[in-house]
T-cell receptor, first 111, second 113 residues
């Protein structure tokens, strides 16, 4: 089955700086890559996603890049704010709705 | 437009007991997936229901079973509870293809003593 690895496990950044989280996947058939943000005690919320026919997608301060050849994708958060502090999960899917998640990255934005 | 809802919010059971968790999908969604999230880990796929049938299953024992009703709501049943079943159980719904986007409910926190 699909195996998704996520790095780093923790990330501390100064407010205003950028944060980058990287994920790799094992199954070259994966074609859908969402990112979820989970605040303490709350549900995972979809923040951005990308499909395999696109190399990059941006939504305000958040962007995701995908390298199908290397089988990795990354989340970029620019101009970080305290409310960006949360656990971020990457996931991969092979068009069948089953999501395989990474282990998560705890992001702390220091004021 | 109501999002995904789950009940109950919290549940405490003892080893060997059975539990039923419930999920109502987002309006317009007909596919329901269940995930188990242990503390400090990413969600792990349990199974997915579509048209009242289990369409796909993850690496979970037969103690985990489910059901989907004609109104697309779903139940997750766990028999013979073990301490290791303590986790947050998340339900996610998605619309019929061609979308993979899954929207999660708030989860049910299950504690097995």
């Amino acid at each position: 089955g699909e195996n998704v690895e996520q790095h780093p496990s923790t990330l501390s950044v100064q407010e205003g700086d950028s944060a980058v989280i990287k994920c790799t996947y094992s199954d070259s058939a994966s074609n859908y890559f969402p990112w979820y943000k989970q605040e303490l005690g709350k549900r995972p919320q979809l923040i951005i996603d990308i499909r395999s026919n696109v190399g990059e997608k941006k939504d305000q301060r958040i962007a995701v890049t995908l390298n199908k050849t290397a089988k990795h994708f990354s989340l970029h958060i620019t101009e970080t704010q305290p409310e960006d502090s949360a656990v971020y999960f990457c996931a991969a899917s092979i068009e069948d709705y089953k999501l395989s998640f990474g282990a998560g990255t705890t992001v702390t934005v220091r004021a | 437009d109501a999002g995904v809802t789950q009940s109950p919010t919290h549940l405490i059971k003892t080893r060997g007991q059975q539990v039923t968790l419930r999920c109502s999908p987002k309006s317009g969604h007909d596919t329901v997936s269940w995930y188990q999230q242990a503390l400090g880990q990413g969600p792990q796929f349990i199974f997915q229901y579509y048209e009242e049938e289990e369409r796909q299953r993850g690496n979970f024992p037969d103690r985990f079973s489910g059901h989907q009703f004609p109104n697309y709501s779903s139940e997750l049943n766990v028999n013979a509870l073990l301490l290791g079943d303590s986790a947050l159980y998340l339900c996610a719904s998605s619309p019929t293809a061609p979308s993979d986007t899954q929207y999660f409910g708030p989860g049910t926190r299950l504690t097995v003593l």
